[in-house]
């Protein structure tokens, strides 16, 4: 279906990589669910590593989608390519505040808690 729409080429192989990137991070996210072996630390970095990693990773995505518009007037960048790759920055963005959000929760419930 992808295909059949304008070019075809270049915006099927722009959202295969956007799905395989989805999937790597999907993966990655689903390592850090799993108990690590020791402290955590061992393990490649800890929490806090990961969750910086991962907001430079978002920021970096919204600073390119922000510099977009630049590629697209040149002519260097297709119509499509520019959609997927906002759209890939926005749902990044989404997930990040989601997952602040949910920091600040659990902050708060810990702090309403009697010791």
């Known amino acids: 279906m992808v295909d059949s729409i304008g070019s075809g080429g270049a915006s099927r192989a722009t959202l295969d990589t956007l799905l395989r990137k989805m999937q790597e991070k999907k993966a990655q ?8 072996a020791g ?35 040149k002519g260097n960048v297709d119509f499509h390519e520019v959609a997927a790759r906002i759209k890939e920055s926005e749902l990044s963005f989404d997930f990040t505040m989601q997952v602040r959000n949910k920091f600040i929760e659990a902050y708060r419930e810990v702090m309403r808690m009697n010791v």
């Open 29 to 36: 996210l689903a390592g850090l669910d799993t108990p690590a």
């Open 39 to 73: 402290a955590g630390e061992a393990a490649g970095g800890g929490f806090a590593e990961a969750v910086s990693k991962s907001i430079s990773e978002v920021d970096t995505a919204v600073k390119d989608a922000e510099s977009l518009h630049i590629e697209t007037l």
